[in-house]
């Protein structure tokens, strides 16, 4: 029977991706002189598992590349090799290149291997350093090769080459190995002559098909070191009889490699027994999602009382009289928890904890205070917390942005600080909670704050505040999330082109969410933004417009009032307003945008609902307020097509639609003055 | 059956030569397919028919096809009822060649490049 491959194929790029996270994640970790031996092991056993996967699957140019990098990573873990910066940073170029490689693989696009060529040259290059405890060549005493194997217990080889024997044992295809692989390797490390051995090899009508019977013995003609060739076995440890000597110091063979291996085990460096696959934890993937055991057999629980409760509620129906009544309403009520708890059961297993969103930040903070020439000191915290898997996907952009402000034009260099009186080292502090049905996550930095004053100036120069506007020092800062609002001196290819925080605002809002700055002069800033523990689910207003009910976000709403005649203006290109307090709010009649048949179109026989959206407020007028309830999104687009004015759809518990209104959205629509009905055919 | 054309060849000492198997490889000819190969080959050995191999869609192959396939030949070449390829593709050859297969493969050396399957 024919197995088809490529259903694992996607698993191994999801697995070969989080170990990269690991790799990347640890390598940040990484003390560069004083490293940790597991955290490099850890590193190691990453790029381990993707070099044996790639060659499994056939992906050669992954393979090959990870090969050398693995190379450097052995030689690090065993101490022979010191961690420098130098060597961390190729090392997470190497990742990314890695990345790559793996994505144009499984997208099937074009890879830059010119820039693979280039990491892997200087990864050789460095490999081709002198170790650590080398000595120097005018320190060199010249010894004959022969004393130093004899010396040293472990033969090396000269110009000649490695004898090599091969023997797997007959287990060894089903350990996914395949020599056909292995000597494609070897043949990579120079010219190999290779004999077989048939003599095993049983009668055609006896055999298995899936054992291995041939053995071989080669002659590879390449002068490098023994532990390159012992790498290309690494991954049949224990799976086969291997003997690798030098050719030219046959005479002085030492005992043989698998011998020497039961020596290594004894010793307790048998590290090539360790796990074969990366350890680490699920990335979130936009293809898929890994859910705990727990989470899904409580589903399977739930899913379980709830066939009991129709059962129950099925038995009932046949038959049925009013003295049964009690039962009806009890069974009833029991469906109703029963819903409710699987709901909240399901929408658990989208929720992510935030730490894959927080994952890219370390790297990014590394790369840019390199850059920037500042000192950062990165502090995460709540990383478990979880949030839905779509806002987790969404915030990542946005949250990348505020941490690269922050060290753009929030920290100080070093001299910068230390003149201030403060620690050389900044901080950033990145964190995540959860606080009354939302999510809060915090970016906040000690740099010299925002300048409230360069904040004003700019806006009053852009005309975005009247000169003797009065604002207080939060309206001030939310200055900055305007379009087009840059103080920066500079444009850098980091930040200052102002085109960021407004996005960030606007990608925030449409999460349903939102963002507050606060910040101290000479002390810091701190951006709080606040989300939805799930998109999936929303709380919204129910309004009705005639017949029709519409659902109004309730994170948008500020307020609703009923009108007066004296507080309606009419503005000639404008439109109707309405005077709410001491500012002037456009007017939108939702029965002319939608073509809806309303009760009421007189302004003081309905209601205002006043919301907010993108900085700018409107009055939805509206027949009545219905009600405040939560309601299950549905997407408009999935179902009919991209609607604006309308953010989505819901069933209400009468089994009729509801549209869920886009205020934004709403905002532009009443601003070019057409209709939703009118825009909908250029949909 | 009256009516009935049988067409046939005859050797020339008038026996029916038996019509050959032919075993069509795909692209990927590896462990996956082996049980299979072996299963289908067995049954030619079995109905002493000639069989042709056709690997010129093989663009990946392993050591445990090749090694089967080694076991074919010694066992097809001792019952006489041969075997032959057809179109072996360079990246089949190229495998067999780096596991020294080729010549217990009875496999045309000429055009062997090396190239990597």
Redesign the interface.
């Known amino acids: ?3 088809d ?1 490529s259903q694992f194929l996607q698993t191994f790029y999801e697995e070969s991706f989080e170990g990269l996270d690991v790799m990347e994640s640890e390598l940040l970790n990484l003390d560069a002189g004083a490293a940790d031996t597991e955290v490099v092991n850890t590193i190691f056993r990453a790029a381990h598992s993707i070099k044996g996967g790639s060659a499994t699957f ?1 992906l ?1 140019n992954v393979a090959t590349f990870t090969h050398v990098l693995e190379t450097l990573l052995d030689e690090m873990r065993d101490g022979k090799r010191q961690v420098t910066p130098e060597a961390v940073n190729l090392l997470l170029q190497s990742v990314d290149c890695l990345r790559g490689m793996l994505s144009s693989n499984r997208d099937d696009e074009v890879f830059d291997q010119q820039n693979a060529d280039r990491l892997r040259q200087q990864l050789e290059a460095l490999l081709g350093a002198p170790r650590v405890g080398a000595l120097e060549a005018s320190d060199a005493i010249p010894i004959p090769v022969a004393e130093i194997a004899a010396e040293a217990g472990v033969p090396t080889s000269a110009t000649g080459g490695w004898h090599i024997i091969f023997r797997p044992h007959e287990h060894l ?1 089903l350990t996914g190995n ?4 292995i ?2 390797e070897l ?1 990579s490390l120079g010219e190999l002559v ?3 051995d ?1 003599s095993k ?5 006896g ?1 298995d ?2 054992k ?3 053995g ?1 013995e080669m002659d590879l003609m390449a002068a490098i070191d023994r532990r390159i060739v012992e790498e290309v076995f690494a991954w049949t440890d224990g799976d086969c009889d291997l003997e690798i000597t030098p050719i030219q110091d046959a005479s002085q063979q030492c005992p043989p490699v698998e011998d020497r291996r039961k020596e290594d085990r004894r010793a307790g460096e048998d590290r090539r027994k360790g796990d074969r696959r990366a350890s680490a934890s699920s990335a979130a993937d936009t293809a898929s999602i890994r859910v705990g055991i727990d989470k899904v057999d409580s589903v399977i629980n739930l899913v379980g009382e709830l066939v009991i409760t129709q059962s129950m509620l099925g038995t009932l129906g046949e038959g049925f009289d009013m003295s049964k009544i009690h039962q009806l309403v009890e069974g009833l009520s029991q469906l109703e928890r029963n819903t409710r708890e699987l709901q909240e059961q399901v929408m658990q297993m989208r929720m992510l904890p935030i730490s894959f969103t927080f994952s890219r930040i370390p790297r990014m903070v590394h790369d840019l205070s390199q850059k920037l020439g500042k000192k950062v000191e990165l502090k995460l915290s709540g990383e478990q917390t979880e949030l839905d898997k779509t806002v987790i996907e969404k915030i990542g952009d946005p949250l990348v942005h505020l941490v690269r402000n922050s060290l753009d034009h929030g920290l100080e260099t070093p001299q910068e600080r230390i003149a201030a009186g403060k620690p050389e080292v900044g901080t950033l502090w990145l964190s995540a909670y959860h606080k009354g049905g939302n999510i809060i996550i915090e970016v906040k930095d000690d740099g010299h704050g925002l300048n409230a004053d360069r904040i004003l100036a700019k806006a009053v120069e852009r005309e975005l505040v009247a000169p003797d506007a009065q604002l207080t020092p939060e309206q001030i800062n939310e200055l900055i999330l305007l379009p087009g609002f840059s103080t920066a001196q500079e444009v850098s290819d980091v930040s200052g082109r102002g085109v960021g925080m407004d996005v960030v605002r606007r990608n925030i809002q449409s999460l349903g969410g939102s963002i507050e700055i606060s910040s101290q002069p000479g002390a810091g800033s701190t951006f709080t933004v606040r989300l939805p523990l799930t998109l999936a689910i929303l709380d919204g207003q129910s309004v009705a417009v005639g017949e029709e009910v519409y659902i109004v976000p309730l994170v948008s709403i500020i307020e609703s009032i009923q009108i007066k005649p004296e507080m309606i203006n009419r503005v000639a290109g404008k439109g109707e307003t309405f005077k709410l307090r001491d500012e002037y709010v456009p007017i939108i009649r939702l029965y002319e945008i939608f073509g809806a048949n309303a009760h009421a179109t007189e302004l003081v026989d309905g209601l205002l609902v006043v919301v907010e959206g993108d900085g700018h407020k409107i009055g939805l007028f509206v027949d009545d307020l219905l009600g405040q309830q939560q309601v299950v999104i549905k997407s408009l687009e999935t179902n009919y097509q991209r609607v604006n004015g309308i953010s989505g759809a819901t069933i209400l518990g009468n089994g009729a639609v509801a549209l869920i209104l886009d205020v934004p959205s709403l905002i532009r629509l009443a601003n070019h003055g057409t209709t939703v009905r009118q825009l909908k055919l250029s949909a | 059956m009256a009516g009935t054309k049988v067409s046939k060849k005859t050797t020339s000492a008038g026996a029916r030569k038996p019509r050959s198997a032919i075993i069509n490889c795909e692209e990927s000819l590896d462990i996956t397919v082996a049980g299979d190969i072996h299963g289908k080959l067995s049954k030619a050995l079995e109905e002493k028919r000639p069989v042709i191999i056709d690997t010129a869609k093989v663009k990946r192959t392993d050591a445990a096809i090749l090694q089967l396939l080694c076991a074919f030949s010694q066992a097809a070449n001792h019952a006489k009822t041969g075997f032959q390829w057809r179109k072996p593709s360079e990246e089949f050859m190229a495998a067999a060649k780096r596991l020294d297969l080729t010549a217990l493969l009875e496999l045309p050396v000429q055009g062997i490049q090396g190239k990597d399957s």
């Open positions: 029977m024919s197995i491959m056939g050669d295809f395949d020599p056909v692989r000597l494609r043949e290779t004999h077989v048939c090899l049983p009668d055609f009508s055999m098909p899936e291995s019977y041939l071989w």
